[in-house]
């Protein structure tokens, strides 16, 4: 194997410097794989016409480095979990936080990592996509988010030129503060936030610091497939837990799990709300065992019928709970602001890990936003979309029982999309989301909308769950989907 390393052109820096940092940025930007051969040291040095004692000094500094490891007699590897550049990411011992060790095995499912849907399965965009989780583009609020940008770019434009803070522009997290404190109940300051580029980013950050190969984490089953792909790309071993009515059942939690991640609000994706006896049952669980607590506040910002419960976090007296909130359902996606509400002893490390990963976020949007909250523009918006939502949701439901009444309907108390639960004479949720998209109407299984089944057999009644989001259809595109999808059932004598 040739390695693209290139040594012309003037360095202050000798060839075994130059030699090893070019090989580091190779393994820190993924184009040298985890367990990938390295060249012999012989070969290596052939190539780029250098000494073989140069070409082992940068190897020698690489395995003290821990990004490639020595397996006499095969030859050197990229390590399988390189670390990266720079200082220790993990908390400095003694902590309340430092890395779960593997624990004794329990039983655990060998998974690869699958395919991570952000985007609708579909060559091409259907006219009427029951997608989950997208919020109305109609909806946003346009001209005002024009007038916060062009007001923070105002003379403030030099922001645009400089780094910011990696754990996030301070006024953006003093308005999530308050924000998170007047609606999640959550007791919280600026300083134990961290702004992340969405969900996925920070679960990414908690991995590196939380996670090591044979780490054991439970996950609801099904689960968010987001989740679960970051945790089997960090080496864990995943413990599912099947969910009901009410969530996730602390008293089925494995022992051996060091860390379970948890939807309380809206379980993604058959959308129960975990009930309080259950949300003190899981505290006491992390009490007793030592466990993490992940909470992802998935879709809570959309609860219709009466209050919601308050955030897992706000029941939070130990400091064992990690809460982790978005504006992607609120706003958007493709604006691409997150946040966590971290325990003291992981704000340093994750602001270090943040920094390793990408520096900052935009200094722009999050400008924009600290003023649309703290100004009272973000909780207008909410309160638009709730009361639109809600009538999306009536609507789609009432559809469903003059339309579809063998369909029975779940998950409706809040977020963004509703569970259908197929009869079993209708086949399964892959023969009806076919003939659905047929007429040009897009709704999901549960592995199609970005969700994950774990060790779930193909006549497991999950296998004739449909996911339907409804937050992007108004009420007349509704009524149109429901009525190509009675027409293609209608045309299906096997399904109908």
Not at 334 to 355: F, N, Q, T, W
């Amino acid at each position: 194997m040739q390695l693209p390393i290139r040594l012309d052109g003037a360095s202050g820096k000798n060839l075994q410097t130059r030699i090893a940092g070019q090989i580091r940025g190779l393994i820190l930007d993924g184009r040298l794989a985890p367990g990938a051969r390295m060249p012999a040291s012989r070969e290596l040095a052939a190539d780029l016409k250098v000494s073989r004692n140069t070409v082992m000094g940068a190897y020698a500094r690489l395995v003290a480095e821990g990004l490639i490891e020595a397996r006499e007699p095969a030859g050197t590897f990229v390590s399988e979990r390189p670390l990266p550049e720079g200082p220790s990411v993990l908390p400095l011992a003694p902590s309340h936080f430092a890395a779960p060790q593997p624990r004794r095995q329990g039983r655990h499912l060998a998974l690869r990592v699958q395919s991570h849907q952000v985007l609708p399965p579909h060559a091409s965009e259907l006219p009427f996509d029951f997608w989950v989780g997208r919020p109305d583009a109609r909806l946003f609020p346009l001209r005002l988010w024009q007038s916060l940008l062009v007001r923070m770019l105002r003379g403030n434009a030099r922001h645009l030129c400089d780094y910011g803070d990696p754990q996030g522009l301070h006024a953006l997290r003093v308005a999530i503060a308050a924000h998170v404190g007047a609606t999640r109940g959550i007791a919280t300051e600026p300083g134990r936030i961290v702004i992340t580029n969405g969900i996925q980013e920070g679960l990414n950050l908690l991995a590196c610091l939380l996670i090591q190969p044979g780490v054991q984490v439970a996950v609801e089953n099904p689960c968010y497939r987001g989740a679960a792909n970051v945790f089997l790309n960090h080496g864990a071993a995943l413990l599912p837990v099947r969910v009901d009515r009410e969530g996730i059942d602390p008293a089925r939690l494995p022992e051996a799990a060091a860390l379970v991640y948890t939807t309380p609000s809206h379980q993604y994706p058959l959308g129960a709300t975990l009930s309080l006896p259950r949300r003190q049952a899981l505290l006491d669980w992390a009490r007793a065992s030592g466990g993490i607590i992940v909470e992802d506040d998935y879709d809570s910002d959309f609860f219709y019928d009466g209050t919601p419960l308050p955030a897992l976090k706000s029941l939070d007296r130990d400091d064992v709970v990690i809460y982790l909130g978005t504006f992607s359902k609120s706003l958007g996606a493709g604006l691409r602001i997150g946040y966590m509400v971290l325990p003291a002893d992981l704000v340093e490390p994750s602001c270090h890990a943040k920094a390793l990963l990408n520096n900052c976020q935009p200094w722009l949007e999050q400008a924009a936003l600290a003023a649309f909250i703290s100004e009272g523009g973000y909780a207008q918006h909410l309160r638009r979309m709730r009361q639109s939502y809600a009538a999306r949701r009536n609507h789609l439901c009432a559809g469903l029982a003059h339309f579809l009444p063998q369909w029975w309907v779940d998950g409706r108390e809040g977020g963004m999309h509703v569970v259908v639960h197929l009869p079993a004479h209708e086949g399964s949720a892959h023969e009806v989301q076919a003939l659905a998209h047929a007429q040009g109407v897009g709704v999901y299984g549960i592995d199609k909308g970005n969700a994950l089944m774990l060790d779930v057999a193909p006549e497991d009644p999950l296998q004739r769950v449909l996911l339907l989001g409804y937050a992007a259809l108004d009420e007349t595109e509704i009524s149109e989907a429901l009525l190509r999808m009675r027409r293609a059932l209608a045309a299906a004598p096997a399904l109908a």
